[in-house]
């Protein structure tokens, strides 16, 4: 069975650019690199001569690295190279991710100009302590002052809490959630720390610098996460993302529906139902090849049919509503049993998942382990 793809009506434009590397990231960026930005806006409207004509776009968002950190005229800037290609349609989500330090009154008012409807606000934690244990280079009040200005402003604003910081406590992570539902924000994004190869903080736990949380303690934190913050109605969407009614951050939402998207910029990947196409993860390579009219691809990963309905089975059950089965078979051509009906089965037998023959979805539990179920569907 063939399934049709459509256009790309999202896009995400990578910004590569902080003002410091934080000690467990391990994102394609640059620090204290600003006298690139010329050349990086150039190489952005390079790229996007490859798309022909240009194209009606629902949701953009701007990741980075640290998109705020263009400043108010840089921004400016880049989203006019943006709308050479990009047409921003009415009704669209608009996403900027900001440092705290970034947000200024200038800057509000330069988002607002670009047409910007949400801002992703990389605040990690509300507690000193918590801050400085990762590498942050902001204070509390820096993030409820940004909050402040952007709500005022009328932009839907994202709070980004991490947990399991070496030395955290589940009484911080516990104060933290109180705190970011107290600024009134529409969504909160809850991550657990991560150890990624190559980073300052593995280094440093390699040498027994630091040392991460005990398990016990970081599946609290999370679950302290979910209580809390639906009790204070956000409804727990995806696996680690939380929002008001209305406040989905509907970007997100197509990826997890594996729809076309385009993108641009170092380490950026593009997706046309199929075949996941990734720059080059060097920022200076990426503008090399770029400016040089030499494809900057970096990574290509071609599915197959089978291989692209059990990414799009896996990225599905991540949300809390899981996949329909109607729905997967119309937009894959496969079923679901078909594909994974062993793994399934022993899921709902060990109450990690459950299944009323229209729907499946992990339960709670499944969640909260939910990163050790997918290679079975994966690599059957």
Known sequence: MIVETQPPRHAYVHVPFCRHRCGYCDFTLVAGRDDLIDRYLAAIGR?????????????????????????????????????????????A??????????VTPELVAALRTAGVTRVSLGGQSLDAATLRALDRDHAPDDVRRAAAWLLAAGFAVSLDVMTAAPGQSLAAVEADLEAAIGLGVDHVSVYCLTWEKGTAFETQRTKGLVQPVEESLERAMFEAAIDRLEAAGFEHYEVSNFARPGGRCRHNEAYWDCRPWEAFGPGAARFDGRTRLTNHRSTTTWMSRVLAGVDATGD???MTAEEA??????VGLRRREGVGRAAFRAASGFDIDTLAGPSLAGWIDRGLAVDDGVRLRLTREGLLVSDALWAGVLRP
Do not use: K, M, W
């Open 47 to 91: 790229e996007l001569e490859r798309v022909a004509e240009p194209i009606a776009i629902d949701t953009l968002y701007l990741g980075g690295g640290t998109p705020s950190h263009l400043g108010p005229a840089g921004l400016g800037r880049l989203f006019d190279t943006l709308g050479a290609r990009l047409r921003i349609e009415a009704g």
């Open 93 to 102: 989500e608009v996403t900027v991710e900001a440092n705290p330090l970034d």
């Open 300 to 302: 290509v990963d071609a």
């Open 309 to 314: 309905a059990r990414e799009r089975l896996v």
